[in-house]
């Protein structure tokens, strides 16, 4: 439970800022017409939502204070700005081979989402000093730790 609760947590997370994506992207697209503004505004506004449901509750106690939620801010941004440039990018190739907007944008974010939890874990939201989350290390590993001591 210790390994799948982090990938489910962001699972939960990515579906949640899913759904504020695709209906802001949807909205955007009727009203303007435009696949890229409408992908960047959707984008900025789940992007918000994403970033502090995981700092808050996928990755707690990595980043939280001080300096380090700006570091962490910055790398989600950076993220974040590569994941919609991809995002678009595979997007417009969809739509533009005839593939509705809708499984289009469902497509794109399900293979982009594993690559995004890889760098958000290890990089993102990672702790500078390499250390671990003593509450997220196993028993057993806590125990061989202290053997000996």
Known sequence: MRVLAP??????SSLAAAAVDTVALLVLHAATGTLLGSVIGARLLSAGVNFAINRNLVFPGRSTTGPRVGRSAARYAALATTLLA??????A?????GVALLPAKIATETAL???SFQVQRRFVFADPAGRVDPARTAP??????TVGR
């Open 7 to 12: 990938l489910l947590a962001f699972c939960a």
């Open 86 to 91: 991809v995002n678009y990018l595979l997007l």
């Open 93 to 97: 190739a969809l739509t533009g081979l």
């Open 113 to 115: 989402s594993l690559l």
């Open 140 to 145: 057993r590993a806590r125990e061989r730790r």
